[in-house]
């Protein structure tokens, strides 16, 4: 059981980042992946999933400015983030879970990644 994040890093605000996650397979054939994100000082929340049939869902406060998809050949989910804010400062993780993880709920998810750093400056 295994996700590695990778692709965080520093930007401005409006510019763009790819996070990617690399599952092993075990994980990766779990019913949902997704992408959650922690602030300093604050709880973890959920920014999008996808599932096992492309379906996505996403928090609103991302909504037409993120992008999950997955590439099934590579076993990796990805979030491609643009219009960058410095409110989306945080360590964004990646995770696995069942079936009903399109709702964002943390309870859902049962592998978790290490996590990567996005800092957005003004």
């Known amino acids: 059981v295994q996700l590695v994040e990778s692709g965080g890093g520093s930007v401005q605000a409006g510019g763009s980042l790819r996070l990617s996650c690399a599952a092993s397979?075990?994980?990766?054939?779990?019913?949902?992946m997704g992408w959650f994100r922690q602030a300093a000082g604050k709880g973890r929340e959920g920014v999008a999933a996808?599932?096992?049939?492309?379906?996505?869902s996403y928090a609103d406060f991302v909504k037409g400015r993120f992008t999950i998809s997955k590439d099934n050949a590579k076993n990796t989910l990805y979030l491609l983030m643009n219009s960058l804010k410095p409110e989306d400062t945080a360590m964004y993780y990646c995770?696995?879970?069942?079936?009903?993880?399109?709702?964002?709920?943390?309870?859902?998810?049962?592998?978790w990644g290490q996590g990567t750093q996005v800092t957005v400056s003004r």
């Open positions: 995770a696995a879970g069942g079936p009903f993880g399109l709702v964002l709920d943390l309870a859902d998810f049962d592998y």
């Open positions: 397979e075990y994980t990766y054939s779990s019913s949902c």
């Open positions: 996808i599932d096992s049939d492309g379906a996505t």
